[in-house]
């Protein structure tokens, strides 16, 4: 700039900054009730995204859905190149969403060094494994699961059609009182995009179920949950057994809480093929005939 | 300006920094104790020759200086004269040692041109000069005179005089990037005179400036000759070379033509300087 | 010492004065804004989250600032000719590189507080906790890896004729080292005969830069990284930086400087 000093350069140079700033947050404010505002317009934000990345969303997708799940085991998490010979087969994906269905590990397998990394081989590896996270616990303290949502919220975003994240993030929403309400309403747009899935409408139910002691809107969420999978069966799309046991499983406790025996050995009587404890159900069902008489 | 020049020229001194006034110095540090040894030619070039690797096809390598010797004493305003290519700015480039000679000698004080030590009593003006352009000029002196260890008050000092000397002590807050080409290259001649150098090497001093300004330059030349320094200069302007040389050496194609004074050599083949010079370049008259 | 401190001054004005710092420091400003801005489950205690959103940037950000700045140092020295007058004082082609390498190190060390200390006021706002002695360790570990980078950039500069092609390819070799580096070996054990014994060389070789990303750590609140090995990994980085300063002094040492 001819005719300006370098001071007076230098004094443009910091009010340049400084107006930066102003301007970052400012726009930092003005953003924000946007942000809010556009919650209630979600599909139409879903769909300017999805348009925007194409068909690279749903590895997104995928991607922030692994993360949730490292995020649940506090970053302690195996990489590819990480699974041993025998551990191949496990997806990643597996243990928060197990969690999710009471089906996670034993507290006896947490806390260790973790085993997935097996021993080191050379001094750099060793080295190495000081500085990431190699302890593993879970986020199962309350508030501490909060932290895996915005991953699963952002995966539903990016690919509609991952019904897993919808249900995952539902049940740590349902577990926490103070946001179990949020579960609804995402729910609710999963079942939009997705509305043949029983998963879904299962734990649709079980929020009526759990949270809202709606025992009747409960109910007719699982029969439609039940009859989805029945369709998808028919469809010979091959829906998930345990799934299916599961939401067979609300059905019979459902009708125990409501006292209709007839409609528990019905529920009983569909459960006993698809469980993996046949005697146990069918011990069940001997005891509420024996009963009945 | 005659503050500027009040350093007494002969008295030997390693740059002007504290290094200098540490009494153990001179027992630790070799090429310095050869500074305080008397040394009559400045500049040294022996049997000089310097080979680049060739573009032209089925030429490995080109000579740019063959041969080439000559001695520059103390106090001599030197004239290195030539046409384009012919090697001046390469003698030069090895004497300041950005490039390495294939073979022969050079060196400045009686040490090696390869040791940075070599440099801390000269001065080098480019022929083209571009400096830091996020820097002021008061800065780059700065910059240039913490490289020469010069205290930070006698710096000050010494900024003040060369800023003023070279007329650009109005300008010495504004950014480089603004300056005009001569303000640039009056800038170029401050840095090479912050340390106060005993040898000023400049490459075409006075090119791309108006008449004004190359009066400048030679009345800051003359000025360095009467304070005893030795000026080693390349330049095209013949007149100028007579008006300020004590001596002068014609290089063509890599190779030292002649060398002697002024006098000397139009005298010696009966013409001035300018024919003497296109004679020896090959030009032939119509 | 005085030289190199004298161009290492240089080098840090020229940062100071260029946007690029202030550009990418706004731009991870306001994104980490933004993204803690959006509405996640009406819940505003939500961290992890930003603090990798943040950290992200911060990696991109010091990364981009340490190898653009490094890459041109000496191509603008020669391009800009600035090279000559400096190189004509008593200044050894060393005491040069050493000089920038410092500058930009220095650069380096004043982003990367200006970054952590958003990030810190960003964080500590929403969980009210500042493990102030992790975030040391993690900040003194970037800057040990950038320093690694600095110096395999310098090197790069003296090699690769262009800016952009030694920048692009330092990029590239550094996200690959972040990413594969520390599984080359678990790769070489499934491979045989020559590859297996050229990717087991190249694991034992490299930086092994990944040590350096402690963002799991700190978004995870793992607590202090055990102080032995974390100042193993420090010497680690610094023999690595004076082995790729040493290649760029002897790379620099013996080229011709033309005008």
């Known amino acids: 700039m001819p005719g300006i000093s370098a001071e007076g350069t230098d004094v443009m140079s910091k009010l340049i900054l400084a107006l930066g700033f102003v301007s970052t947050f400012s726009l930092a404010t003005w953003l924000q009730p946007r942000f809010a505002a556009m919650h209630g317009n979600q599909s139409e934000n879903q769909s300017a995204l999805a348009a925007m990345m194409g068909d690279s969303r749903r590895l997104f997708a995928q991607q922030f859905f692994v993360k949730a799940d490292a995020y649940f085991h506090s970053g302690a998490y195996p990489g590819i190149f990480d699974a041993k010979s025998g551990d191949t087969n496990k997806a990643p994906d597996v243990d928060m969403a197990d969690a999710a269905h009471g089906q996670g590990e034993s507290d006896a397998e947490l806390g260790h060094e973790s085993s997935y990394l097996g021993r080191s081989d050379d001094w750099i590896e060793k080295l190495g494994r000081n500085f990431f996270p190699t302890i593993h616990t879970h986020l199962d303290k309350p508030g501490q699961a909060r932290e895996i949502l915005p991953w699963l919220k952002l995966s539903a975003e990016l690919d509609p059609q991952k019904v897993n994240a919808y249900v995952t993030a539902s049940y740590w929403l349902r577990h926490d009182p103070k946001h179990a309400d949020e579960a609804e309403p995402f729910l609710r747009e999963g079942l939009r995009a997705n509305p043949d899935s029983y998963e879904i409408l299962l734990e649709l139910g079980k929020y009526y179920g759990e949270n809202k002691k709606d025992p009747v809107r409960a109910r007719n969420l699982f029969e439609l949950a039940w009859a989805k999978w029945q369709q998808q069966k028919a469809a010979e799309k091959k829906p998930d057994e345990l799934m299916g046991s599961e939401i067979l499983g609300e059905l019979v406790r459902n009708a125990r809480q409501s006292g209709d025996t007839q409609r528990q050995l019905h529920y009983l009587e569909l459960l006993k093929p698809l469980a993996t404890d046949k005697d146990s159900v069918q011990k069940q069902i001997d005891a509420l005939n024996a009963g009945a008489k | 300006m005659a503050e500027f020049f009040s350093t007494p020229k002969n008295v030997v001194h390693v740059g002007h920094g504290g290094r200098a006034k540490s009494p153990h110095f001179h027992f630790h540090f070799s090429p310095i104790y050869l500074y305080s040894c008397p040394v009559k030619a400045v500049v040294e070039i022996k049997d000089l020759r310097v080979e680049y690797p060739s573009r032209e096809l089925g030429q490995r390598t080109k000579v740019a200086v063959n041969g080439l010797s000559l001695q520059v004493a103390a106090g001599e305003v030197f004239g290195f004269l030539g046409p384009n290519g012919a090697g001046k700015t390469t003698t030069m480039n090895v004497l300041l040692g950005f490039v390495n000679p294939t073979s022969g000698s050079a060196s400045i004080f009686g040490v090696d041109v390869q040791q940075p030590i070599a440099r801390q009593r000269i001065g080098y003006l480019p022929e083209l000069t571009y400096y830091y352009k996020f820097l002021n000029a008061e800065e780059l002196l700065r910059f240039y005179a913490k490289i020469f260890n010069i205290p930070e008050r006698e710096r000050e000092i010494r900024i003040d005089e060369v800023l003023k000397l070279v007329e650009l002590d109005h300008a010495r807050k504004r950014l480089i990037k603004t300056y005009s080409k001569g303000m640039q290259q009056r800038a170029g001649l401050a840095q090479a005179l912050i340390n106060d150098p005993d040898l000023l090497i400049l490459d075409e001093p006075t090119s791309g400036l108006d008449p004004l300004g190359r009066m400048k330059v030679r009345e800051i030349i003359q000025r360095l000759k009467e304070r005893g320094k030795t000026v080693f200069f390349s330049s095209h302007e013949l007149g100028e070379v007579e008006t300020v040389c004590d001596r002068v050496a014609i290089l063509c194609q890599g190779e030292l033509k002649t060398e002697g004074t002024v006098a000397e050599i139009t005298a010696k083949h009966q013409m001035n300087l300018e024919r003497v010079f296109l004679k020896i370049v090959g030009y032939q008259e119509e | ?259």
């Open chain 3, 1 to 259: 010492m005085n030289n190199i401190f004298a161009i290492a001054t240089v080098v840090l004005k020229e940062m100071y004065r260029r946007k690029d710092f202030y550009v990418l420091f706004v731009l991870t400003a306001l994104i980490t804004l933004v993204m803690g801005s959006v509405n996640i489950f009406h819940d505003d205690k939500i961290v992890r989250y930003l603090k990798e959103v943040c950290l992200l940037l911060i990696w991109i950000s010091s990364l981009v600032i340490a190898i653009t700045t490094a890459a041109r140092q000496i191509p603008a020295e020669r391009e800009s000719r600035t090279i000559f007058p400096l190189l004509a004082k008593p200044v050894s082609r060393n005491q040069l590189i050493v000089g920038k390498f410092v500058g930009c190190w220095i650069a380096c060390a004043l982003a990367l507080i200006v970054f952590y200390a958003f990030f810190g006021v960003i964080t500590g706002a929403r969980e009210h906790f500042w493990p102030i002695a992790t975030y040391f360790q993690a900040v003194f570990f970037q800057w040990i890896l950038l320093g690694i980078v600095l110096a395999m950039v310098l090197l790069g500069s003296l090699v690769f004729t262009a800016v952009s092609s030694n920048a692009t390819i330092c990029f590239i070799v550094v996200f690959g080292i972040m990413l594969l580096g520390g599984h080359l070996h678990k790769l070489a054990a499934n491979m045989h005969g020559v590859s297996a014994t050229i990717t087991s060389v190249i694991y034992f070789i490299i930086p092994h830069l990944e040590f350096y990303d402690l963002r799991d750590w700190i978004i995870h609140d793992h607590g202090l990284v055990a102080w032995g090995p974390w100042g193993l990994a420090v010497l680690y980085g610094l023999i690595y930086s004076a082995i790729f300063l040493g290649f760029a002094c002897l790379a620099f040492r013996r080229k011709a400087l033309t005008l």
